[in-house]
């Protein structure tokens, strides 16, 4: 009751001392919410975007990544290597692929500053300390990291506890998948300090064989604060050991041997049964820190700023073998093996990394009367070493020049990135919003030394010196309206740029480094709320300039390979609506409709008569892994103690490759997942739950992605044909994840 009393009088000086004005806009401050928020969306901001918020996040938590908790959001499609979403998971976003997508924690990059990418498998189960989350489709507002070339996810982490609790979450299922999380929270010690602890353990055998995953993670945060000011400093981090299933499935195999898994494959014993290489994982260990402060200024105004460093170090090992690889790819010379030369043999390698990224954020919001104006920025150095090492060699009796590791490549990437931005959004009429927003962003890349690739013409490693400067200028605005307290519109126009990524230089044709993107995104958008009924509709037209597009192949890692296309775009319509059916039921789906070409495209193939890479002009073609047709729905139910939930998801046809091939396609799917729940509140718990997911209900045979692995001409005249190898990443089918949660 002290503190009660304390707080009462504490905040009735406060209003004593602010007019009726000042009043409104104190309340709106939130300290507890430490991030810098000028990267979100407000209601009258005039873009496309989905929220969710902790119980959102909660009823879905069983462990599987977040781009499965996202997939109930429109224009969205999840993609696992295991096929269970956990351990490698990935996603798109209105077609656009996870590079190009920007992603953030409190404000903070999490993007890999030289790939573009986000390994959620370095950070498992983060979804346990996610408060809330923000997808912006499009180029979305000004945020820090990575270009948001296409789409943008901005996540907030936990709020400190207000008083002591204690919760633990454990899942158990299909493929011995386990998940245990145990979190902590002392509440308010001495009336200004908290701190929140989690510990998490995730484990699976994956539906794909061999495709285990073993991941432990930590997530803590400490706090200050008083009646003005919020200090925190947060680290959470993970360890990770894959092992490999990027290669896919073989499309000839998915009838078959739908789980068949070819990584670590080292040849076949006297019985024929195929052998594999025991320690054919991917290992990584990394850890995040920041420390943010929010100081409230006066009651308009209010400063956040944040240090981060992120350290991260692993390497993958991989068997090399079918009959043997050339030593001197390896820098390996030639050795004798019962009185024979060996020019080729089986090895194993490692390919490692061993990097630091760090810098600082800020914004400095201003909210009073018509005005909401941010002003923010941020400033990143990356410093990455690639490298990589043979630890065996098939047959090899031992010298000097392999003792005890031999290192066959090594380079640096450097990468200073930098922004500022002005945003505003000011209330012209009561009803009407003018919204503005400029960003330029400046960005220093290098990358020297030698590539983990051999240079044919020189006979050694290829050589990497690329040195970059951009400097992309993104200005917004728009307009928003609202009619009245059911029903806005709003239009907006955004520029955004995206600086190519490390595979983009170190994979280009010879002599062509690729070109920086450009994307101009036209948004109109209607909605209506009501609480029995509610709609939206949103238009889009994405016009890309060398856009750097999916060609369908990949590198010996499984990692996408791009190239820049003239003239492109993507256009569609997104409709969501949800529907109050009954107290105690609710309906929400969406669906998106949509358009996405490349004109005048030429594709290569290769000739294996000739040896040549043959032109083959296509004219318009539909851009790669954009399926035409998304749909969500989801059945929410709560009655009592009992919730369920029914979520489907509908992807339409998708192709592999920019030639519009039937041949070269992922089939549509339909899958649906149901979800059970039970929770109470038993004598001296909180609560007590359980709850079960089945996956896949209707047990469909499916499959997420895809690639060419390869694809040529043989052949000559009418005897010509086309060869494609393509590989398909299946996922699961009917699988079940059962889950107990205690809160005290």
């Avoid at 002290?2 to 707080?7: P, S």
């Avoid at 499309?251 to 990584?263: I, K, P, Q, V």
């Avoid at 016009?543 to 750097?548: E, G, S, T």
Wanted: charged share 20%; proline share 3%; aromatic share 14%.
């Amino acid at each position: 009751m002290k503190k009660v009393f304390f707080t009462l009088i504490c905040l009735s000086a406060v209003f004593l001392c602010f007019s009726e004005e000042q009043k409104d806009s104190l309340n709106l401050v939130h300290l507890q919410e430490v991030q810098v928020i000028s990267t979100r969306a407000s209601d009258k901001t005039p873009l496309s975007y989905s929220d969710l918020d902790k119980s959102d996040i909660e009823k879905e938590n069983f462990g599987q990544d977040i781009p499965y908790l996202l997939t109930i959001t429109p224009s969205l499609v999840a993609t696992s290597d295991a096929g269970t979403g956990i351990g490698y998971t990935g996603f798109r976003i209105r077609g656009t692929d996870a590079n190009r997508i920007n992603i953030t924690a409190n404000g903070i990059p999490l993007n890999d500053a030289e790939s573009h990418g986000m390994f959620w498998v370095n950070i498992p189960d983060f979804t346990s300390s996610v408060q809330d989350l923000q997808v912006q489709r499009g180029v979305g507002t000004s945020t820090n990291g990575a270009g948001a070339f296409g789409a943008s996810i901005n996540l907030k982490t936990e709020k400190l506890p207000p008083s002591p609790y204690g919760e633990f979450n454990g899942t158990y299922g299909s493929f011995n998948t386990s998940k245990a999380t145990l979190k902590l929270g002392t509440g308010q010690i001495r009336e200004h300090w908290a701190l929140d602890v989690r510990l998490s353990d995730i484990r699976s055998d994956g539906y794909i064989d061999r495709a285990s995953t073993n991941l432990q993670s930590y997530f803590a945060q400490l706090g200050y604060y008083n009646e003005n000011t919020l200090l925190k400093f947060i680290v959470f981090g993970g360890k990770e050991k894959t092992h490999h299933a990027w290669d896919g499935v073989p499309g000839d195999s998915l009838e078959t041997n739908r789980t068949y898994n070819s990584c670590g494959l080292m040849g076949k014993d006297a019985s024929g049964k195929e052998i594999y290489y025991d320690n054919q994982t991917d290992n990584y260990l990394q850890s995040n820190y920041q420390l943010s402060l929010l100081q409230l200024l006066n009651p308009f105004l209010k400063l956040n700023m944040a240090l981060h460093y992120t350290r991260g170090e692993g390497y993958y090992e991989e068997y090399k073998g079918d009959g043997g690889v050339a030593l001197k790819k390896y820098g390996l010379q030639p050795f004798v093996y019962k009185g024979d030369s060996v020019f080729d043999s089986d090895i194993v390698r490692q390919k490692h990394l061993d990097n630091h990224f760090g810098g600082m954020i800020f914004s400095l919001d201003y909210n009073r009367k018509q005005w909401n104006v941010s002003l923010g920025g941020g400033a990143n150095y990356y410093d990455g070493n690639h490298f990589g090492r043979v630890i065996w060699v098939k047959n090899y009796a031992g010298d000097a020049w392999f003792f005890p590791e031999h290192e066959y490549y090594r380079s640096t990437g450097k990468k200073a990135d930098g922004n500022i931005y002005l945003k505003a959004n000011y209330t012209l009429f009561r009803k009407l919003n003018l919204y503005a927003d400029m960003q330029y962003r400046a960005i220093d890349y290098r990358i020297e030394g030698q590539n983990d690739t051999y240079d044919k013409r020189t006979q050694a490693m290829q050589i990497l010196d690329v040195h970059e400067k951009f400097g992309f200028f993104n200005p917004k605005a728009g307009l928003f309206y609202r009619i009245n307290a059911s029903n806005d519109v709003f239009a907006s126009f955004a520029v955004g740029h995206r600086e190519p990524n490390r595979n983009n230089y170190t994979d280009a044709e010879d002599n062509k480094n690729p070109e920086p993107e450009t994307l101009y995104d036209y948004e109109v958008g209607y909605s209506f709320r009501h609480p029995v009924f509610s709609a939206g509709l949103n238009l889009y037209y994405m016009k890309y300039k060398d856009q750097l597009v999916l060609t369908g192949n990949v590198n010996e890692i499984g990692e996408p390979l791009t190239s820049n296309v003239p003239d492109s775009y993507r256009m569609g319509v997104e409709l969501s609506l949800g529907t109050q059916i009954a107290p105690w039921i609710r309906w929400d789906g969406s669906l998106t409709l949509s358009k996405n070409e490349i004109k005048n495209y030429t594709e290569y193939v290769e000739d294996w008569e000739t040896g040549n890479y043959e032109p083959n002009y296509l004219g318009t073609t539909d851009i790669s892994f954009s399926p035409e047709v998304l749909a969500n729905s989801l059945f929410s139910l709560n009655y009592g103690p009992w919730s369920a939930g029914l979520q489907s998801n509908y992807v339409g046809k998708q192709y592999i490759d920019n030639s519009e091939s039937e041949d070269r396609k992922i089939n549509p799917y339909f899958v649906s997942n149901l979800r059970l729940g039970y929770a109470f509140h038993p004598k001296g718990l909180e609560s007590l739950s359980f709850n079960i997911l089945i996956n896949n209900l209707f047990n469909e045979k499916y499959e997420t992605n895809g690639y060419v692995w390869y694809t040529w001409y043989q052949g000559t005249g009418e005897n010509r044909t086309r060869g494609n190898d393509l590989r398909y990443f299946p996922q699961a089918g009917t699988n079940i994840l059962a889950n107990v949660t205690v809160k005290f």
